[in-house]
């Protein structure tokens, strides 16, 4: 079983940062690549970014290029969304999801979700 837990969640004023972190953990956990997702009351699940965890590449949402970047930590189970030139339309809950195979945007390809982890941005 594999677990995902994010932190990092709170409440900043527009043009401030934060960073959230997942952490993975589990017997099996060799994921190929971890994403973030967001959701925003009464909107659909939104593609943040994905990040490869053999090569580093990178790939992100329009909406957030520029202002986000995902990273991992050396051991490649922990990876971190860092969020910087928020925005109140950033408000939401981050969720961070892991796949088995492949390197994508869309959430029906992730394997394993976090609980998530509410961000709000305050004009």
């Known amino acids: 079983q594999v677990q995902l837990v994010e932190s990092g969640g709170g409440l900043v004023q527009a043009g401030g940062s934060l960073r959230l972190s997942c952490a993975a953990s589990?017997?099996?956990?060799?994921?190929?690549?971890m994403g973030w997702f967001r959701q925003g009351q009464g909107k659909q699940r939104e593609f943040v970014g994905t990040i490869s965890l053999s090569s580093g590449s990178t790939y992100y949402g329009d909406s957030v290029k520029g202002r986000f970047t995902i990273s991992r930590d050396n051991a490649k189970t922990t990876v971190y969304l860092q969020m910087n030139s928020l925005k109140p339309e950033d408000t939401a809950v981050y969720y961070c999801?892991?796949?088995?195979?492949?390197?994508?945007?869309?959430?029906?390809?992730?394997?394993?979700w976090g609980q998530g982890t509410q961000v709000t941005v305050s004009s």
């Open positions: 999801a892991a796949r088995s195979t492949g390197y994508g945007m869309n959430p029906n390809n992730y394997d394993y």
């Open positions: 589990g017997r099996s956990f060799r994921s190929a690549a």
